[in-house]
């Protein structure tokens, strides 16, 4: 638990295919200010996948702890899966 202690970026897994960017920006904005989203797939891929993750870098690693609280809450039709992520400089 030591290595991640000081980490501002979440991986967010178990995500509904159909979840969008705006979507997880919304949801997550409202626990601390977002400095960068990734959800891959991208919004715009063709291809349809049974799942998605999004990866979210918050300006105050504070906001990490507190989106942790939101693992098991059912969004669109899946239950997320919050987990706190080493950052890759």
């Known amino acids: 638990m030591s290595g991640m202690s000081g980490t501002a970026v979440i991986q ?7 979840v969008n960017s705006e979507q997880m920006r919304t ?6 200010d977002i400095e960068e989203l990734r959800l891959y797939p991208p919004d715009n891929t063709p291809l349809s996948f049974s799942s998605k993750v999004c990866y979210i870098k918050y300006r105050e690693p504070s ?6 609280h939101l693992t098991n809450t059912v969004f669109i ?13």
Do not use: H, M
């Open 63 to 68: 906001s990490v702890g507190v989106a942790q």
């Open 27 to 32: 949801l997550f904005g409202f626990l601390g």
């Open 12 to 18: 967010i897994t178990n995500l509904s295919s159909s």
């Open 77 to 89: 039709d899946r239950a997320l899966i919050v987990v706190p992520c080493a950052e890759d400089d």
